[in-house]
């Protein structure tokens, strides 16, 4: 079933891919192909793969339990939540406490989790803008 | 004697102070990373590569580094097969069979002694036919036309389809959506905007490095985080067991032939390490008929079979790579696009103008698998101690690297938050069996695959015959027939059991 879904997306993406190549504006071409061309080929590939696997799909093999659901669903939001203030908080705002939520996602004790994820977090900081010179950010709200 | 010469100016490159150091470094850290239970080669460079883009490394120490910790960790993948009956990823699954049953038995010094030399012999061996064949090839290359081009990209596809994955389709699609995502970006041709979405990070094409950590990096930590258990895992002792000399004369004609097999199966675009040990394991067992019952109970053969080719496959696989521009691996796809990033075309001119490259590389191999060698026998305790590090601590510094990568190369959150969503997908597509290394070799190859076709099809005014107009190209037609027919034919007369016995392990 899940591989019937995502050919239906696939499906839909290579119909898109056509529809947007077709709206291309070519003002000037010189040669006999021009950039339509490929993406057509590979709208038509995927299309004809899509519906061949839409025919035979495999078997589901993925039934996660709730509790695996909901560890996922957090650690996207972390995710998404560091991506968010990596750069408006800084590194060593951001690090620690993703980090640290991180660190107690895989089992570690909540305030253990926090001391190793605020060292980390500090260390590297230092280890990553002095030592490696990287563009890390100190923080937008801090004037950095 | 040219090739000597060659190979001279490349340690001239290799024994420069940076270098050396990075090769040590590279081959520690790669041991290091394939050691960890989870975390295997293919993401080991992809974490590595932005910090090694941003700290303005030269091209050529770049990929000495890169490399490094990829040959280095086909190593550090035995040790945690080994000892925890975890492979570090599917390159490593073969060598669990015979080397678990063997620490288990109490000789664990012994499976790690005995794989240990086979590594390095493989490697070594692989690295003496490579210095004989990438100078050859690339003078074969070198008469390489746009159409000669074309048609070895499909013949690569079709190996990759009919070989790599759980389904030809399912690595097809994935193959086709990097190829997608390749065409993003401005039209070098006309200047034509194309799948931009009006955003302006789009405008000059999709970032190598974020598809790479976004699908590779972020969706690992989500597989880790779903299979994690609340238990640590229990490494068996390693004892005081080691290899002896009758060992090693037992197995020196295993290892010779696991050393062929792997490199030339590492040669062949789209098919790596994981392909290369199941194969050699395969043919060990059948050669050792009638002696073939220790087969998967700790027999040494059945360990250094895999290990030798495995790494043969991982020198191997550089080959297509240097010479041509064709990786042979999902990891060699990634150090591909990580010369491309320093506008350095990997092709049969690269041993020519960039010397210091292509040999400085070569050299640098010889010299990681001398320090791999030392580093896995008297060192060994070292890495075993590692092991046990806990998830807790390792994930936050793998996530932290992660995202640190990606915002030096711009900058710019956009390319965080775009990471997140191929994280996303990327753990999709493994959830649902698609292998990921052909969405990265087509995201590399794309660019390379159109601009040839179209030159291909200017030449001849939109005639496509032009893809079959000489040996060469009819060859490689050829050559993809078959690859697409004789897996088919194979297991027609095999008959279905082994083979599917071997995509199941390879699968997961």
Redesign the interface.
């Known amino acids: 079933m899940?591989?019937r879904i995502?050919a239906g997306a696939?499906l839909l993406?290579s119909g898109l891919?056509a529809w947007?190549?077709a709206q291309?504006?070519?003002?000037?071409?010189?040669?006999?192909?021009?950039?339509k061309?490929?993406?057509y080929i590979?709208s038509a590939?995927?299309a004809v793969?899509?519906v061949?696997?839409m025919i035979?799909p495999?078997a589901d093999?993925?039934k996660?339990t709730k509790e695996?659901v909901l560890?996922?669903g957090g650690?996207?939001v972390l995710?998404?939540g560091?991506?968010?203030i990596?750069?408006p908080l800084g590194?060593i705002i951001a690090?620690a406490v993703?980090?640290?939520v991180?660190?107690?996602?895989?089992?570690?004790k909540p305030i253990k989790?926090g001391v190793?994820?605020l060292v980390?977090?500090v260390v590297?900081f230092f280890l990553?803008t002095d030592l490696?010179?990287?563009?890390?950010?100190v923080g937008t709200v801090f004037g950095g | 004697m040219e090739v000597l010469s060659a190979l001279a100016t490349g340690f001239s490159v290799a024994f420069t102070p940076l270098n050396l150091f990075l090769v040590l470094f590279g081959c520690f850290t790669g041991t290091l990373i394939g050691s960890l239970p989870g975390i295997g080669p293919i993401n080991g460079v992809a974490i590595l590569l932005p910090l090694a883009y941003s700290i303005g490394l030269p091209p050529e120490s770049a990929l000495i580094l890169l490399a490094g910790v990829y040959y280095g960790a086909e190593y550090g993948g035995r040790i945690s097969s080994i000892l925890l009956n975890v492979p570090g990823d599917a390159g490593a699954i073969m060598t669990t069979l015979d080397g678990y049953p063997m620490s288990k038995r109490g000789e664990g010094g012994r499976a790690l002694a005995i794989s240990a030399v086979s590594s390095f012999a493989g490697s070594m061996g692989a690295l003496l036919m490579m210095v004989i064949m990438a100078p050859l090839l690339s003078e074969l290359a070198i008469r390489f036309g746009p159409t000669e081009y074309v048609m070895l990209m499909v013949f690569a596809f079709t190996c990759l389809a009919t070989m790599v994955g759980s389904r030809p389709i399912k690595t097809l699609i994935g193959t086709l959506i990097g190829l997608v995502l390749a065409t993003v970006g401005v039209d070098s041709g006309t200047g034509v905007l194309r799948f931009t979405m009006d955003i302006p990070n789009f405008f000059d094409g999709v970032d190598f490095l974020v598809v790479v950590i976004g699908v590779f990096a972020i969706s690992e930590v989500l597989v880790l985080l779903e299979q994690w258990v609340n238990n640590d895992l229990k490494v068996t002792p390693v004892g005081k067991s080691f290899v002896t000399f009758a060992d090693i004369v037992k197995v020196r004609w295993v290892i010779l032939r696991a050393t062929v097999i792997g490199f030339f199966i590492g040669v062949l675009p789209g098919t790596g390490a994981s392909i290369a040990s199941a194969v050699a394991y395969g043919t060990e067992k059948r050669m050792a008929e009638g002696d073939s019952d220790e087969f998967g109970k700790g027999d040494i053969r059945g360990l250094a079979a895999p290990e030798a080719a495995n790494n043969a496959s991982a020198a191997g696989a550089m080959v297509p790579m240097l010479t041509l521009g064709i990786p042979g691996s999902g990891t060699t796809a990634i150090l591909l696009g990580a010369l491309l990033m320093f506008n350095i075309t990997p092709g049969p001119l690269l041993f020519e103008q960039k010397p210091e490259i292509a040999w400085g590389l070569i050299a640098s191999m010889f010299l990681g698998n001398i320090a791999l060698l030392v580093l896995n026998l008297p060192l060994i305790g070292v890495f075993v101690r590692l092991l046990s590090i806990r998830q807790s601590y390792l994930i936050p510094v793998i996530v932290m690297l992660t995202f640190v990568g990606i915002y030096s190369i711009h900058g710019d959150s956009f390319d965080l938050f775009f990471m997140v969503i191929l994280g996303i997908f990327g753990f999709i597509l493994r959830k649902l069996h698609f292998s990921l290394a052909p969405v990265i070799l087509g995201l590399v190859l794309g660019e390379v695959l159109e601009e040839n076709l179209r030159r291909s099809l200017s030449m001849s005014g939109g005639d496509w015959s032009i893809l079959l107009n000489g040996n060469i190209t009819i060859g490689l037609a050829i050559a993809s027939v078959l690859a697409l027919v004789l897996p088919f034919l194979l297991k027609r007369i095999k008959g279905k059991g082994r083979t599917a016995q071997l995509q199941a392990e390879l699968d997961d």
């Open positions: 899940y591989d995502f696939l993406l891919i947007a190549a291309f504006d070519v003002p000037f071409q010189y040669e006999p192909l021009g950039p061309a490929f993406p590979l590939l995927l793969a899509a061949w696997l035979r495999s093999g993925w996660p695996v560890r996922l650690a996207l995710m998404y560091y991506a968010f990596y750069e590194f690090t993703v980090g640290g991180f660190s107690w996602l895989f089992g570690e989790a190793y994820a980390m977090s590297s990553l490696l010179q990287l563009n890390v950010p």
